[in-house]
């Protein structure tokens, strides 16, 4: 593999402000890419290989704004992250109807949107990556996790689905499945303080799930990556 495998690419990864997104984006820019990144909190704005657009994925005309934006002003991307996501841990008879609408919007309809205002340009040029960050709650069920499971169990339904639809296109789909990752997302939940949960220092690393992504992303076109599913590792130091 060269130095910048994805010299002269376009990328764009949603929820990028921070935790795995913000890792994604940059293993991308790092590997030479042109990163563009969606979030609410981001700024409008560019630099070097930097396009920061603010977008909230729940909203459908936001989003067609924003591909729309990045179609006239950079092109069509070759590597699409859909990666946004909210998560929260209530039973079920806690969960508003107002959270669990909230949860399927980010989680699920953010990725529906994104990719159905994408898709048909990548297959239009016959290539391109769209790849979807689900979780071991995609396949594995957590107490207290309704909304979440829905959601994202869901998301491994249209990824499916998806990679049908877009077999023999050029266009390849990666379903990254991560289990705890330490990042922002588990501030509410203070797993350190609840037992049976892992505690963050054993969680991964948000450039772990990077480093899938980039791993899929960079593979020769020949190959296409499903599906990557990612654990920590139980273990005990020695010595
Ligand atoms: N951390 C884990 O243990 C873990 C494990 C498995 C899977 N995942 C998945 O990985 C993804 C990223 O999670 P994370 O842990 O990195 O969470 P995080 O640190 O809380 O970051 C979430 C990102 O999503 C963005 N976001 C939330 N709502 C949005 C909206 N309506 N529109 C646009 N962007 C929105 C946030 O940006 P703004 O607030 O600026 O909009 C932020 O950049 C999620 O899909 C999550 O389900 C995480």
Known sequence: MSQAPLSGKLTLVTGASRGIGLAVADALHAAGAHVVRL?????????ERRTDLRCDVTDPAAVDRAVARVLGELGVPDVVVNNAGIFFIKRIEETSPAEFAQTLAVN????????????PHLVRRGAGDLVTIGSVSDHVAYSGSTAYAASKYGLRGMHEVLRQDL????????????GPVDTPIWDAVD???KPGFTKRSAMMQAGDVAAAVLYAVTQPLRVDVTEIRL?????????
Do not use: H, I, Q
């Open 231 to 239: 654990m920590p590792t139980v273990y005990t130091a020695r010595g």
């Open 39 to 47: 979030a609410r909190s981001l700024r409008d704005g560019a630099t």
């Open 191 to 193: 797993p350190d303080s």
């Open 167 to 178: 077999a023999r296109t050029g266009v390849r789909t990666t379903l990254v499945s991560p």
């Open 108 to 119: 699920l309809t953010g990725p529906f949107l994104v990719a159905r205002a994408l898709v």
